[in-house]
C-alpha cells in the first residue's frame, strides 16, 4: 500500500514536472520580451512630431516665394528654426488667407503663421502662441496727392481683406469707398493703376513694398497708426498642447540668440524694438523707414 502510493505520488510529480517548467519557461519569455516592448515604448515616444504649418504666401517679407516657386521669409525662417528647436518634423503649405482659419478649424492643417494679429474675434474660434512680432498700419498714397489719414470720406482706399488693417478702415472710416482684395498684391495693383488713391497696410509689408520698383513714386502719409491688435502670433485650433511646445521652442530661441539672429536679418540690427511694441504713433515714420532701409537686404 504504501508502495503504491509511493508510485502513485512518483508518477504525479513526473507529470508535474514538465507543466512547471513550462510555465517557467513563459515566465522568462514574458520577462524577457518586458525589456523589448518597453524599448518599442521609449521609439514611439522619441518619434519626432510631424506638424503641417499653414502661411498665405504673399505677404513680404513675412512669407512668399521665390523665382522658384520655393516659399521664403521672416516667419518661415522663423518656423524652421522652431521646428528643428522641437525636433519636429514640418511641411510649410500655402493657403489663401481667408482659408486659414477655416482650414486650421477643418483640420487640414495643425497650425498657421502669416502676419495674423492676436485679435479678440479670432481669440473666439482659435487660440495663439505667445506673440513673435508687433507692427502698426499705415496709409500709402502717391508722392505729391494731399492724401491723409484724416481725408478719406467718399475716397476709394484699398485694403487687404481680413486684416487689422482693413477692420481699421471699416471701424473708424467707414465713408470711405473701402475695396478690399484677397491678397496684398492685388491691392497694390489697384493702387499703381489708380483704381484706388490710397492703400491702407500692415507697416512692415507696406514699407517693404515702398522699397519695390513699383512702390517708388509712392509714400506714407502721415504717421503710423499705432492700434490695440498690433501683436503677431501663431495660430492653433482650441487646447491644442501643441501650442505649449511652440512657445516652449519660442523662449529658447529667444534666449539662446537665435530669435535675435532671424529678426534682425529681415529688420535690422535693432530686433529686440522690432519684437516689441511698434513704434509709437508720435515717431515719425520716415524715421522707422530710414532705420529699415539699413537692414540687411534678403
Known amino acids: ?61 513675412f512669407s512668399y516665394t521665390d523665382a522658384d516657386g520655393k516659399l521664403i521669409g521672416y516667419e518661415i525662417e522663423l518656423v524652421d528654426a522652431l521646428c528643428a528647436q522641437m525636433k519636429a518634423e514640418c511641411e510649410v503649405i500655402s ?10 478649424n477643418a483640420q487640414k492643417f495643425d497650425a498657421a503663421i502669416a502676419g495674423m494679429s492676436i485679435t479678440p474675434e479670432r481669440k473666439e474660434v482659435v487660440d495663439f502662441s505667445d506673440p513673435y512680432f508687433h507692427s502698426g498700419i ?38 470711405a469707398d473701402i475695396k478690399l482684395y484677397d491678397t496684398q498684391d492685388n491691392a497694390y495693383l489697384d493702387l499703381t493703376s489708380g483704381r484706388v488713391r490710397g492703400m491702407m497696410s500692415d507697416k512692415v509689408t507696406g514699407i517693404d513694398w515702398l522699397k519695390t520698383d513699383a512702390g517708388k513714386g509712392y509714400e506714407v502719409k502721415g504717421e503710423e497708426i ?33 530669435y535675435d539672429q532671424i529678426t534682425g536679418s529681415y529688420f535690422g540690427t535693432s530686433s529686440t524694438a522690432a519684437a516689441q511694441k511698434a513704434v509709437a504713433t508720435t515717431d515719425s515714420v520716415e524715421e522707422v523707414m530710414v532705420a529699415e532701409e539699413e537692414a540687411p537686404a534678403n
Not at 13 to 36: I, T
Not at 231 to 249: E, S, T
Request: proline share 5%; charged share 20%; hydrophobic share 40%.
Open 138 to 175: 499705415i496709409l500709402i498714397g502717391k508722392k505729391g496727392d494731399d492724401l491723409s489719414v484724416e481725408s478719406l470720406t467718399g475716397l476709394p482706399i484699398a485694403s487687404q481683406r481680413s486684416t487689422v488693417a482693413s477692420q481699421y478702415l471699416q471701424d473708424e472710416h467707414a465713408d
Open 95 to 104: 493657403q489663401d488667407w481667408d482659408g486659414l482659419i477655416p482650414g486650421l
Open 1 to 61: 500500500m504504501t508502495i503504491s502510493m509511493t508510485s502513485s505520488m512518483s508518477k504525479k510529480a513526473l507529470w508535474l514536472a514538465p507543466l512547471s517548467a513550462a510555465v517557467l519557461m513563459l515566465a522568462g519569455c514574458n520577462n524577457s520580451s518586458a525589456p523589448a516592448e518597453n524599448a518599442e515604448a521609449d521609439t514611439a515616444t522619441e518619434a519626432p512630431l510631424n506638424i503641417k504649418i499653414a502661411t498665405e504666401s504673399s505677404y513680404k517679407p
Open 226 to 258: 499705432s492700434t490695440n491688435d498690433d501683436a503677431m502670433g501663431i495660430a492653433f485650433r482650441k487646447g491644442d498642447p501643441l501650442i505649449a511646445k511652440f512657445n516652449a521652442a519660442l523662449a529658447e530661441l529667444k534666449d539662446n540668440g537665435t
